[in-house]
Every structure is written in structure tokens, then in C-alpha cells.
């Protein structure tokens, strides 16, 4: 009995992480509202209603979500073993970028084959987006956050799977604003983009009041 608690307890710890680092992505660090990451395409897909959102959002979650364990073998194996190759003027910083994005690229190509378990029609709509989501500056902004911050693996799917849930978050959240801001009380030379950014901006305060944010001098 007292193995079988202990087991629960430990069990129980590692869910209760999972679900704070996924919280943690979805607010906190939004990927959208804290590091701005993936802004363009979502100033382009708002206004699109003819873009059904589900379809660039299921081929986005998977795609950050199985790039976080890539990315996470990518700094704690490939690079320590690549490091001792590496001539003393190429640092290996320099080769992050092209190695997460490899990582996005090899989920991009797994997530093309799961997504065959979809019906037809709904498969080719989420084919046709699947470019745009990985090649997101989300998906590589996220693996750089991750090994920044030296996540471990679940910390790091985690963190993946959070960060594309406030992606979509943030899309349904600012469809609503826009539909909002198309109030003729709403002045001419702001309506549109102005008002969609104006709006990103004071989202991203609140979440910099809840949070808190310190300036590095």
C-alpha cells in the first residue's frame, strides 16, 4: 500500500506540472500576447471568413506538439554530441534556428500523414493549411523558449501543447473582438487593422498586469 501511494502521489505531481506549464503557455506566455510570435498570420486569418479556423488550428496543435520532444532532443542530445565537431569559430547558437526548424519540418511531414484519419473533405481543407501553421513563427519561437528556459520533456510538450491552445485561444478572442469593433462608433481611419492591433495591444497589458513584467536595465 504505502508503494502504491507513493506511486499515485508521484503520478498525481507530474499531472498537476503538465497541466500548470500547459496553463502557464496559454496565459502567461502566450504566445501570442507575451512573445508576438505568429502575429501575421493571425491578422490574416481573423478576417477571413471564409477560412474555417479549425482547419489551421488542428494541423498548428499538432504540429507544436510533437515538435516539442524533437526540439527537446534536439538541445539536451543532438547538440552536446554536435558540439565537440563543430570547428571553435561556427558557435552552436548559430545552428539552433536551422535545427528547430528541421524539427517543425519532420512534425509537419508526421502530422501530414496523421491527418489521412480524418474524412476526406476536412482532411484536404487542414492539407491545404498545414504550411501555413508549421511554418508559423509559433512553432519555432515555442522550441526556442523551451530550450531557453532548459524545460525537461514533459515540461516541454506541455508547454508545446499550451502554446498552441492560446494560439487558438487568441484567434476565437480576437473573431469576437473584431466582430465587436465594426460599431460605426468606431472611427473610419481605425477600423480594421488598426483597431484588431490596438486591440492585441491592451489584451496584452492585461495579461502583463496579471502576471507581472520586469524591465532589465
Known amino acids: 500500500m504505502p508503494t502504491a501511494n507513493v506511486e499515485f502521489q508521484s503520478l498525481l505531481g507530474g499531472v498537476l506540472q503538465f497541466i500548470s506549464y500547459m ?33 489551421f488550428c488542428l494541423p498548428l ?8 520532444p524533437l526540439g527537446w532532443a534536439a538541445h539536451n542530445l543532438f547538440f552536446p554530441w554536435l558540439r565537440g565537431y563543430l570547428p571553435a569559430w561556427l558557435p552552436i547558437s548559430a545552428l539552433r534556428p536551422l535545427v528547430y526548424l528541421t524539427c517543425g519540418t519532420l512534425a509537419m511531414a508526421v502530422t501530414w500523414v496523421l491527418l489521412f484519419l480524418l474524412p476526406r473533405r476536412q482532411r ?10 508549421a511554418c508559423s513563427t509559433a512553432v519555432l519561437g515555442t522550441l526556442l ?3 531557453n528556459q532548459n524545460y525537461t520533456l514533459v515540461e516541454s510538450v506541455a508547454f508545446g501543447l499550451g502554446s498552441a491552445l492560446g494560439y487558438v485561444f487568441i484567434i476565437f478572442v480576437l473573431r469576437e473582438g473584431r466582430r465587436r469593433l465594426r460599431s460605426k462608433d468606431v472611427p ?3 477600423q480594421g487593422l488598426p483597431s484588431s492591433l490596438i486591440y492585441i495591444g491592451v489584451l496584452s497589458l492585461a495579461i502583463y498586469a496579471l502576471v507581472g513584467h520586469a524591465v532589465v536595465l
Request: overall charge positive; proline content about 2%; some cysteine.
Open 23 to 55: 496553463g502557464l503557455a496559454i496565459f502567461a506566455e502566450n504566445v501570442i500576447l507575451a512573445r508576438a510570435l505568429g502575429v501575421t498570420r493571425l491578422l490574416k486569418l481573423v478576417p477571413d471568413h471564409k477560412a474555417q479556423v479549425w482547419d
Open 188 to 190: 473610419a481611419i481605425f
Open 124 to 133: 484536404q481543407a487542414c492539407h491545404a493549411q498545414i504550411s501555413l501553421g
Open 61 to 68: 496543435i499538432l504540429v507544436m506538439v510533437l515538435s516539442a
Open 145 to 147: 523558449i523551451c530550450a
